[in-house]
């Protein structure tokens, strides 16, 4: 039975999109500007209600497509406010060149974002094309394996990101989080608002007493050094995030880190997997480890900042890993996590595990216990020198022939 | 010969692409002009449309000692000779003529 953690926590029956919705009722950010329809899921809306019913002060923007959605929330942090917004699949798509000015303008803006495949074919399902496409845009990327993550998660990023001075996406999966009811623990408002704190920022475009030009333009003789200091503040963010989970540990009682380790430390086979897919994992590491054998588990919590050393140690004593991509980059080559990864491995001079990368899931495509035993049934056989690992990617549960 | 500027690195500009206000002002926009707007006191009524007009703010003003705002010269720093001054300034009183740079 799920239990409360926090001595003052309540447990409710909410949808992942209601808790996410919940958080940001409780942050009550100064703005939140969004294009509330499909393929938005129903965050934003449900969101608007409790800026309809007068429930928070929060300005709610109601713009005509995302990238204006995310041009509003810009503006609205550039002008020194708390802002937010929330979308998914195409949504995301569609703020591609607004994500990169909210990164290089250093504005800390918190986005609740859907896990969804991108067109073409049209599917509105559960899977990470969307934030993988974004993954190179200077966004804190944080991923939630369940909805007590996701509510978390979306309390730290507030922080994070504003001390960062990064935007910050928290991701849940389409529709096996976002619209799947579960058991959360959220805790009051006060203690929610005493956690993040009052936002002030060093300077805002309203303060008329230091005006300032935002946005200017740059050419070879600055931007170079701009767009070091983004990659240098998305390197410093790791601590940033480290040091707000420790502070939320120690409020409310959860643990988060960059990665989880699930029974990885004396794990001779591993899986490497972000969001939903690592509760289904841990299933089966549970049955596997019943049976004797030394099956572990990371989850990348914290895609960006990639925690690149810290995966290395993590894995450089395991014999085989898979990693699960939840999207394809048709790169010809690998997926984004697998080549992070063993980019990662190899920067550390860990060559000892093997490796090998699995796309699994796209558009919503099942991933059950019974696939999971699969690929570690296969890291059984790496390891033990039975199976040759595989050097190209490998397809979970697809028709191919 | 002019000593090159020296550039600052990644740790002292500031973050984010933010520029301090008022830095036009070190913009020598005046060397770019082909044509000089030269203004003639006597014709001058001060009605301010020049000064309005100028994308550059360029056009000078001051009090008199009646403290009305009168115009009082061109700024040669900043003025690009756009010649929308003297092209806005009232037909009847044509206070401003655009005249070539002489080199
Ligand atoms: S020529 Fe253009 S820039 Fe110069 S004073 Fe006239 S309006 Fe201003
Ligand atoms: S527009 Fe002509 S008349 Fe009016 S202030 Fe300027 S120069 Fe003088």
């Excluded at chain 1, 937010?84 to 990169?100: A, I, N, P």
């Excluded at chain 1, 200077?138 to 990064?166: C, F, H, V």
């Excluded at chain 1, 299933?283 to 480890?289: G, H, S």
Aim: hydrophobic residues 40%; contains cysteine; charged residues 25%.
């Amino acid at each position: 039975m799920i239990k409360t953690v926090y001595s003052k926590g309540k447990l409710v029956a909410k949808t992942g999109n209601e808790v996410v919705a919940e958080a940001m009722r409780q942050i009550e950010p100064d703005v939140v500007a969004a294009y509330p329809i499909t393929p938005a899921t129903e965050i934003v809306q449900i969101f608007s209600q409790f800026v309809a019913d007068g429930i928070v002060k929060s300005e709610y923007v109601a713009v005509e497509s995302e990238h204006s959605a995310m041009s509003a929330t810009i503006g609205a942090s550039a002008a020194g406010a708390r802002a937010m917004t929330g979308t998914s699949s195409q949504g995301l798509s569609l703020m591609w060149e607004m994500l990169y000015i909210a990164s290089g303008l250093r504005l800390p803006i918190v986005m609740a974002e859907v896990n969804r495949a991108i067109s073409a074919p049209i599917n509105i399902h559960g899977d990470q094309s969307d934030t993988m496409g974004a993954r190179d845009a200077g966004w804190i990327q944080i991923y939630s394996e369940n909805s007590q993550e996701a509510y978390d998660n979306m309390i730290q990023a507030t922080r994070i990101a504003e001390k960062a001075k990064l935007p910050t996406l928290v991701t849940t999966d389409g529709f096996i989080i976002s619209h799947c009811m579960e058991v959360v623990e959220t805790y009051p408002d006060a203690d929610v608002k005493a956690f993040i704190g009052k936002y002030e920022p060093e300077r805002y475009l309203l303060d008329i007493k230091k005006p300032y030009t935002l946005g200017s333009i740059d050419l070879q003789d600055y931007y170079f050094e701009h767009r070091y200091q983004l990659a240098q503040a998305m390197r410093n963010a790791k601590n940033i995030v480290l040091d707000v989970a420790k502070d939320f540990e120690k409020t409310f009682g959860r643990k988060y880190d960059l990665c989880e380790k699930y029974m990885l430390d004396d794990a001779e086979i591993a899986i490497a997997v972000i969001g939903s897919t690592a509760g289904t994992a841990k299933v089966v590491v549970n049955e596997l480890r019943e049976k004797g054998i030394k099956a572990g588990l990371l989850k990348i919590r914290v895609y960006r900042p990639f925690p690149a050393e810290e995966i290395a140690k993590d894995l450089a004593h395991v014999k085989a890993v898979a990693v699960m991509d939840r999207a394809d980059s048709c790169s010809g080559a690998f997926a984004p996590v697998y080549s992070d990864i063993v980019a990662s491995l190899y920067a550390s001079g860990v060559t000892n595990p093997k490796v090998v990368n699995y796309v699994y899931g796209l558009g919503g495509r099942e991933i059950n216990t019974g696939h999971i035993i699969g690929i570690y049934e296969m890291l059984c056989k790496i390891a033990s020198g039975t199976e040759k690992s595989s050097n190209k990617v490998e397809y979970i549960n697809v028709r191919i022939k | 010969m002019k000593k090159e500027e020296r550039k600052l690195t990644a740790v002292e500009i500031p973050i984010g692409d933010i520029v301090e206000a008022e830095t036009a002002v070190e913009f020598n926009t005046g060397s770019w002009r082909s044509e000089r707007p030269v203004w003639n006191k006597e014709k001058c009524i001060h009605c301010l449309t020049c000064w309005i007009s100028c994308p550059d703010s360029s056009v000078k003003i001051a009090s008199d000692e009646k403290r009305i705002t009168i115009v009082t010269g061109i700024d040669y720093d900043h003025c690009k000779g756009c010649g929308i001054c003297a092209r806005e300034c009232p037909p009847k009183i044509k206070a401003i003529t655009m005249e070539h740079e002489k080199k």
